[in-house]
């Protein structure tokens, strides 16, 4: 990465970075619908296991790319919580 100049190129480059997070989100948005379909109850949507899981790899991959750790692990917790409620509704819907 290169430094940026300005603080508006500093904004420019967040603002494409916002948008491939926003696509990316949604690929994965489309897949938390699709494995509604394959949960027999609310507990296998919850599956804090897998969770923690997530976290941990997450975790150590933050570490490689020069990620905090722990601003990582915040971010995932809020969005696996967020799109558990998504397929927690989507489970229910389909029920």
Known sequence: MT?????ADVRTRIDALDADLVRLLAERQALVRAAA???????AVRAPDRVERVIAAVRGRA?????SPEVAESVWRAMIAAFVELELAEHRADR
């Open 63 to 67: 570490v490689e790319a020069g990620l």
């Open 3 to 7: 430094t940026p100049s300005s603080l």
């Open 37 to 43: 379909a394959f949960k027999a109850d609310e507990q």
